[in-house]
């Protein structure tokens, strides 16, 4: 292994190759050449997890998988869900086919959050592949939220140990209402759910701030306007830039990330009265996480 401070090359002995690992900041993410994501040996599963969990968000390109490869590569991580309120792909359920129109200027995950935090048991990681990208705009952001543990103010840590607090899942109308070519399920529902506001990684071992400005509603036993104050210090702080990268995508790029340890935000600078109206389509499955705990 030859190791500098942004890149490592790693030699895999059985596949008699190199695989090199570029950060992408110094607070997270990694692109990743020299694995094929259509291989779901056990040996490049643990391979690309062990990726995962240190750099809490992986990218690849050039991955040219379809729906079954993008599928079978999941479950390697676990149980797949199927969306609340989104309708998969015909034949492929757990597929989330997001599309931006060119004419809207609105993105789906346009906002910091963290994915389906509102479930009793959220998403444990994110496998998001890009099928139609415009030629300017559309990236997407992630910040580390075990860093920001780290780097938390230590009052603000005192005020929220052992502390809880209310996600909820804004209902169906919130992820197909400005999206003209994102059809709802039918579910009307709405969910709410607590969570510990600092809960621990299983896989990473560390601890991570889990609220996020999307879902996170209030902080469980404190007063609206004293849990609006905190909520909004530590939303701040979660966003520092110094805590995030961004990934500028291509086609048949590939985005991993533990959604139990990073917030991301997909960035909606389209601006169709500037000319800069492109459609935009991606394919998300997600993994069913764990009961979240402190």
């Known amino acids: ?110 906002g910091w959050h963290s994915d389906v935090s509102y479930n009793p048991q959220p998403t444990m990681a994110v496998i998001l592949k890009s099928v139609e990208i415009p030629p300017t705009g559309g990236d997407t952001m992630f910040s580390n939220m075990e860093l920001a543990y780290e780097t938390l103010d230590d009052d603000i840590k005192e005020r929220i140990i052992d502390k809880k607090a209310i996600h909820d899942s804004r209902g169906a109308e919130f992820f197909v209402e400005d999206y003209d070519s994102m059809e709802s399920n039918g579910n009307i529902k ?5 969570h510990p506001i600092v809960r621990t990684n299983p896989d990473s071992g560390q601890k991570a701030l889990f609220v996020n400005y999307m879902y996170t509603r209030q902080i469980v036993g404190m007063d609206k306007k004293e849990s609006d104050i905190l909520l909004k210090k530590i939303y701040k702080h979660q966003e520092r830039l110094d805590l995030t990268c961004r990934f500028k995508w291509t086609p048949n790029a590939v985005a991993i990330w533990d959604n139990r340890s990073v917030i991301h935000y997909a960035i909606a600078d389209f601006f169709p009265n500037r000319g800069l109206g492109f459609k935009r389509v991606m394919d998300r499955v997600a993994v069913m996480g764990e009961r979240p705990y402190q």
């Open 1 to 110: 292994m030859i190791y500098n401070s942004v890149v490592q090359l790693i030699f895999l002995c059985k596949k008699n190759i190199y695989m090199e690992v570029s950060l992408v900041s110094g607070a997270c993410g990694a692109e990743i050449k020299g694995v094929d994501l259509k291989d779901t040996s056990q040996s490049n599963i643990k391979t690309i997890k062990n990726l995962l969990f240190e750099h809490k968000v992986i990218f690849f390109r050039d991955q040219n998988i379809n729906q079954d490869e993008q599928i079978n590569l999941s479950k390697c991580f676990g149980p797949l869900e199927k969306h609340a309120y989104v309708k998969g792909l015909e034949g492929y359920p757990e597929i989330v086919r997001i599309i931006k129109e060119p004419y809207e200027q609105n993105a789906w995950g346009e």
């Open 190 to 194: 709405v969910y709410s759910n607590e």
